[in-house]
């Protein structure tokens, strides 16, 4: 579904659902990204998926009546860690292991007799950025989420790619450091590795353990085991030489990673979204630099690296809505 075809509807909607570990948020959507309203559920207060499910679309029920004729729904879009386009279910999600397995979009379209779609967090956030960010009127990008881990969506003319069993785009996990540190997947030396906000931060407690560290930087002056990407970033801000070296490092690994993600999928533009994204220059000028350095030379000059657009507070909801536009 194109852009174009979207931006033609009059006076239709969608509803997005952000699944979190905590919070699940709930928003009504227009085709220009406007969100009429939203609101939330504690998921980690429920144990049940079928009380779950019948809370959640009691609350999409209410938010559609308060606002719109339900004939101007369009679909409904669901962004959850470990879901499945393909199967329509989560699997394998430590925080909602009560919802591993079950067929979440076929009963939520059964309750709420709305077609509905399904998708892990960060290909919604792909999704989001083609139809309401950065990445509009855009057929070929990478989108690359920094934040406690590193997720990714590729986009190739027009249309995400999933692969055989919607498994696609775990850049994260492309082995940057051969025999490196340890990832939270089980493999060694991954982009999410050095990369991430809690990569960010380890590094920074690594450098601490250096003399040359130790007593000199702002951030000795800290608990170490305590220490977060925001800490080290404020640091830098300040001119702290390890905020900054940690920043340059991750950024020069990051671009170095992408210049081999260009040869991969012939981008127009790599974009980045998320957390780690805050540390604006102190993260893209290494970044920038390093992907220019080893980009081959056929695609010099024509990929753009871009911060998503997309507000930080409403990117989620953004995300998950875009996907209802697809729903069938």
């Known amino acids: 579904m194109s852009n174009t075809e979207i931006v033609s509807r009059t006076s239709q909607y969608v509803v997005g659902v952000d699944i ?4 699940t948020t709930i928003g009504l959507v227009d ?19 079928e009380t779950y499910i019948q809370d959640l679309s009691n609350v999409i029920h209410r938010v559609i009546d308060a606002n719109v004729d339900r004939t101007a729904i369009r679909g409904i879009g669901i962004g ?3 879901a499945n386009y393909f199967t329509g279910k989560i699997h394998k999600a430590s925080n909602l292991p009560w919802l591993n397995g079950i067929p979440l979009s076929v009963a939520t379209r059964k309750l709420t007799d709305i077609p509905v779609v399904l998708n892990n967090d960060a290909n919604a956030a792909t999704i989001g950025e083609m139809i309401y960010g950065a990445a509009r009127e855009m057929k070929d990008f990478i989108l690359i989420t920094l934040g406690t881990g590193v997720g990714s969506g590729i986009v190739s003319n027009g249309e995400l790619v999933y692969g055989k069993e919607a498994l696609a785009g775990e850049l994260g996990h492309v082995i940057v ?22 990569a960010v931060a380890m590094s920074a407690r690594e ?21 977060t ?4 970033y404020e640091a830098a801000m300040k001119g702290d030489e390890l905020g900054n070296r940690v920043f340059e490092e991750a950024g020069t690994i990051l671009g170095e990673a992408l210049a081999n993600f260009v040869a991969y999928s012939n981008p127009e533009a790599i974009i980045l979204f998320g957390g780690l994204t805050k540390a604006g220059e102190l993260l893209f000028a290494p ?3 390093a992907m220019q350095d080893n980009l081959l030379h056929i695609y010099e000059d024509g990929v753009q690296l871009l911060c998503s657009s997309l507000p930080e507070n409403e990117a989620a909801i953004l995300g998950a809505a875009a996907m209802g536009w697809q729903a069938q």
Not at 20 to 23: A, L, Y
Not at 177 to 198: D, H, I, K, N, T
Request: hydrophobic share 25%; aromatic share 6%.
């Open 80 to 82: 959850a860690p470990n």
């Open 207 to 227: 450098y601490l353990q250096s003399s040359r560290y130790k007593e000199k930087s702002l951030l000795s002056l800290q608990q170490t085991s305590q220490l």
């Open 177 to 198: 450091r051969p025999g490196g540190r340890p990832c939270a997947c089980g493999r060694r030396g991954c982009l999410e590795a050095y990369v991430s906000a809690s």
């Open 229 to 232: 990407a925001k800490d080290v």
């Open 20 to 23: 979190g570990g905590t919070t």
């Open 31 to 49: 085709q220009d990204g406007h969100i009429l309203q939203t609101e939330q559920l504690a998921t980690n207060s429920y144990q049940h998926a």
């Open 287 to 289: 970044t920038r630099k």
